[in-house]
């Protein structure tokens, strides 16, 4: 098992940056893949970004490249992501999630996940 707790949510103005973070416990931190999710109101939960378990594998949403970073501190048991220049659009609630199945965009593959936390970005 593995607990997974976000936390670095908040309201930010368009244009402003957040940094994520994912505490893991309950498991050696580097024998999961990680991504991050979210989901707006009303919509379903998407893909936002997944790191392999040494970090040296990265993967974006469309949405997400050249503005997110993923990351990884397994002698932290944190991962995190980094998010720069903001958009109302970015709004949501973001979620962690570790995988025992290799770093992948579906949610499906991931069977560990955080409760999120709330990005609220203003215009």
């Known amino acids: 098992q593995v607990q997974l707790v976000e936390s670095g949510g908040g309201l930010v103005q368009a244009g402003g940056s957040l940094r994520l973070s994912c505490v893991a416990s309950g498991r050696t931190f580097s024998s999961v893949a990680m991504g991050w999710f979210r989901q707006a109101p009303g919509k379903e939960r998407d893909f936002v970004a997944a790191i392999s378990l040494s970090g040296g594998g990265t993967y974006y949403a469309d949405s997400a490249t050249g503005r997110f970073t993923i990351s990884r501190d397994n002698a932290k048991n944190t991962g995190y992501l980094q998010m720069n220049s903001l958009k109302p659009e970015d709004t949501a609630v973001y979620y962690c999630?570790?995988?025992?199945?290799?770093?992948?965009?579906?949610?499906?593959?991931?069977?560990?996940w955080g409760q999120g936390t709330q990005v609220t970005v203003s215009s």
């Open positions: 999630a570790a995988s025992d199945l290799g770093v992948a965009g579906s949610e499906h593959q991931y069977g560990y």
